[in-house]
């Protein structure tokens, strides 16, 4: 059993989208009320549309996440 399950927050790309930010980290999320205030990390999943450029610090995205975001120049 993961003690640090519920702390690791997946987040949509529809999410980010809403966001009004192009530099995005996890404090900026906190503050967005995207994810809990005590998320530990976040990770960026391909669910949703992206269609502007934004930039993750200290943000994990998987695979597919990852290429959305560089075909938009992220």
Sequence with gaps: VSLTRGLNVEVRLSELEKLPLSDIDLLSLKQAGVVAPSALSAKVILSGKLTRKIV????????GAKAAIEALGG
């Design 56 to 63: 993750l610090n200290g943000v994990g995205a998987t695979k």
